[in-house]
C-alpha cells in the first residue's frame, strides 16, 4: 500500500513533490530520456513556473500512455477553466480515478471497467488521508463524468482515435428532483413579517422576486452592481460560462422588475455597496477561492426554517429550486431556455421544467 501524500503535495500531478522551496518532478523508472536523463526533474520555484514546465514537457514529448498521465494533461489544461467549485470537484475525482486506473494503458480500456468502478465507489467509506466520508454513487458518476471528458479530450489531442467507452455504457440513472414550488408557497413566503426595514427577511424576500423574475443562478445575482445597469437593462454574463461561450443575457426593464430591483436596494444593510445583495460590511457574498456563498446560505436557511414555522408551507425546497419554477412558469422552452441562458433547450427541458404537464381527457 503507497504513502499518503503529504498535504502540500495532495490535489497535484502524480510524481510531484515539494522540497527545498521548490517543485519536483520523479520521473518514473525507464522515462529519464524524456526528462534529460534526471530521475528528479525541477520544475520550478512558483506553481506557475512548475505548471508551465510540465506542461511544455508533456506537449513537446507527447509521452502520454496511461490514463495516469491522461489525467495529469485533464488537470493541467481542461480544469483550471472550470468554475472554482468544479476545479474542487474534478480534482478530487482525479486522485480517485488515478488510484484505481492510473498506471493502466489508455488502450484497450473495456467497458465493464466502469461497471466494476461505479459499484465499488457507489459504497461509501471513510477516506484515510482526510478522514471524511467519500463514495457513493452519485460521486461514482460525476468521477466517471470526469474520466469520459478526459478520454474525449484524448481523441482531440490524438492520443487515440476513438473513445472507447461513450455510447458503450448505461449508468442507472440519478433521480431528478420534481420539487415544484406552487405559486401559493411564494405568496406565503413574501408574506412572511420582518421586524426590521432592512436585514435578511427583507433581502431574502427580494431576491425572491428578482429569482422568480430573472431565473438567474445565485453566483449571477449575488454578483450583481447596479452601477453596470443600463437603460436597456440588466445586463449579465453567466459567470459559470464566462470562460467557454461567454454569452450575454439583457433582461430587459419591466415595471415587475424595477419594483425587485427597488426592493433589493432598500434591503441593503450598507447603502454604498457596489453591491445589490451585500453583507452587513457591504462586501459580494461570493468569496475565496472557491467561490463560495457561505453567509448568504446561511441566511437562506434561516429564512426557510422561519417559512415552514410560522407559514402554511410545509415542505421543504431549495433556492435553486427557484430557477426551476421560472422555467416552469414560462410560456414556451425556448423563453425558458433564454431566461435561464441555457445554450441548449434539451438541459432546460429535463432538469428544469418540473410542472405537471396537463392533458384533456379524449372524451
Not at 522540497?19 to 534529460?36: K, M, N, S
Not at 520550478?44 to 508551465?52: H, M, V
Not at 493502466?104 to 461505479?118: E, G, K, N, T
Not at 431576491?207 to 452601477?227: E, F, H, I, S
Amino acid at each position: 500500500m503507497s504513502k499518503p501524500r503529504k498535504a502540500e503535495n495532495r490535489g497535484l500531478p502524480a510524481r510531484w513533490q515539494f522540497r527545498h522551496g521548490a517543485w519536483y518532478y520523479r520521473v518514473p523508472p525507464g522515462r529519464e530520456d524524456l526528462w534529460d536523463g534526471k530521475t528528479q526533474f525541477l520544475l520550478g520555484r512558483t506553481l506557475p513556473e512548475a505548471y508551465r514546465a510540465y506542461a511544455e514537457r508533456l506537449g513537446s514529448a507527447n509521452t502520454v500512455r496511461t490514463i495516469g498521465e491522461l489525467l495529469d494533461r485533464y488537470l493541467l489544461e481542461v480544469v483550471p477553466v472550470k468554475a472554482p467549485s468544479t476545479q474542487e470537484t474534478n480534482r478530487l475525482a482525479i486522485r480517485c480515478l488515478r488510484g484505481v486506473f492510473g498506471e493502466r494503458p489508455l488502450s484497450p480500456f473495456p467497458p465493464v471497467l466502469v461497471y466494476q468502478y461505479v459499484d465499488k465507489r457507489s459504497k461509501k467509506h471513510r477516506d484515510a488521508e482526510t478522514g471524511k466520508v467519500t463514495g457513493g454513487r452519485v460521486a461514482a458518476h460525476r468521477e466517471i463524468e470526469v474520466l469520459s471528458h478526459a478520454y474525449t479530450k484524448a481523441v482531440q489531442w490524438g492520443y487515440i482515435d476513438r473513445h472507447p467507452f461513450k455510447g458503450e455504457v448505461r449508468l442507472e440513472g440519478e433521480r431528478a428532483r420534481n420539487r415544484y414550488v406552487e405559486d401559493w408557497e411564494i405568496v406565503e413566503c413574501l408574506s412572511l413579517p420582518s421586524k426590521r426595514k432592512k436585514g435578511s427577511v427583507r433581502a431574502i424576500q427580494a431576491y425572491l422576486r428578482l429569482k422568480l423574475l430573472t431565473g438567474m443562478a445565485r453566483g449571477d445575482l449575488l454578483r450583481l452592481r447596479p452601477a453596470e445597469f443600463t437603460d436597456d437593462g440588466i445586463p449579465v454574463q453567466r459567470h459559470k460560462t464566462a470562460g467557454t461561450s461567454g454569452k450575454r443575457t439583457v433582461y430587459a426593464w419591466t415595471a415587475e422588475l424595477r419594483a425587485a430591483v427597488s426592493m433589493a436596494l432598500e434591503a441593503r444593510p450598507v447603502h454604498i455597496s457596489p453591491w445589490l445583495f451585500c453583507t452587513r460590511r457591504g462586501e459580494c457574498y461570493i468569496k475565496g477561492p472557491k467561490e463560495t456563498a457561505n453567509g448568504f446560505d446561511s441566511m437562506w436557511g434561516r429564512f426557510v426554517e422561519r417559512v415552514l414555522k410560522e407559514t402554511k408551507v410545509k415542505e421543504r425546497f431549495h433556492e435553486h429550486d427557484m430557477r426551476a419554477k421560472v422555467a416552469s412558469d414560462a410560456k414556451s422552452l425556448e423563453h425558458a431556455r433564454a431566461l435561464l441562458a441555457h445554450s441548449d433547450s434539451r438541459m432546460t427541458e429535463r432538469a428544469y421544467r418540473r410542472k405537471p404537464e396537463r392533458v384533456l381527457p379524449l372524451r
